[in-house]
T-cell receptor
Framework: DSGVTQTPKHLITATGQRVTLRCSPR?????VYWYQQSLDQGLQFLIQ???????AKGNILERFSAQQFPDLHSELNLSSLELGDSALYFC????????????FGPGTRLTVT | GQQLNQSPQSMFIQEGEDVSMNCTSS?????WLWYKQDPGEGPVLLIA?????ELTSNGRLTAQFGITRKDSFLNISASIPSDVGIYFC?????????????FGTGTKLQVIP
């Protein structure tokens, strides 16, 4: 158990819909990272927040957005969902902004039908 | 998105055998990380390497940071059934104060008892 929690574990929704994935980092960690893992794309970094502020951006689509709240939990919002958005979405956390190892949550499996 | 080249893609080995896998990139990294992902779980950090040429062990696992800083190797000695899973390398470099992490394509390991 990494100490990172993610909800929900599974999510099934239809194309065009919007969903919100939630992540609580390990106690004391200020950074939260979001990743997408699909069969054909592997593990792709989406975005990082550090202490409430966006820190780094990866391959995140404009239809996706994230935020980190004062209590340091984070939410990833996915809108106008397409079939290709079906994937595992992982959240990870680390103590600082740079030069820290990341601890991954169990993931949310999103299925878009 | 950018990914590191990791090989082999998959391997079947007999219990007790040693395993080697590697990761190569055209880019230089400051840190190399090796993760293991069990089915239905998030990746778990196994070993972190911070210096070119560094050789680090964690039990039966040994990893090396390549001298060129463009590659890394992971060895597992005397494999056991619980070594089954997908192993990912990740390279990290700081870019403009941001921590940029790129993951490898993964090596799927199957251990035959």
């Amino acid at each position: 158990d990494s100490g990172v929690t993610q909800t929900p574990k599974h999510l099934i929704t239809a194309t065009g819909q919007r969903v919100t994935l939630r992540c609580s980092p390990r106690s004391g960690d200020l950074s939260v990272y979001w990743y997408q893992q699909s069969l054909d794309q592997g593990l792709q970094f989406l975005i990082q927040y550090y202490n409430g502020e966006e820190r780094a951006k990866g391959n995140i689509l404009e239809r996706f957005s994230a935020q980190q709240f004062p209590d340091l939990h984070s939410e990833l919002n996915l809108s106008s969902l397409e079939l290709g958005d079906s994937a595992l979405y992982f959240c990870a956390s680390s103590p600082g902004a740079v030069d820290d190892e990341q601890y991954f949550g169990p993931g949310t499996r999103l299925t878009v039908t | 998105g950018q990914q590191l080249n990791q090989s082999p893609q998959s391997m079947f080995i007999q219990e007790g055998e040693d395993v080697s896998m590697n990761c190569t990139s055209s880019s230089i990294f400051n840190t190399w990380l090796w993760y293991k992902q069990d089915p239905g779980e998030g990746p778990v950090l196994l070993i972190a390497l911070y210096k070119a040429g560094e050789l680090t062990s964690n039990g039966r696992l040994t990893a090396q940071f390549g001298i060129t800083r463009k590659d890394s190797f992971l060895n597992i000695s005397a494999s056991i059934p619980s070594d089954v899973g997908i192993y990912f390398c990740a390279g990290r470099r700081n870019s403009g104060g941001y921590q940029k992490v790129t993951f490898g394509t993964g090596t799927k390991l199957q251990v035959i008892p």
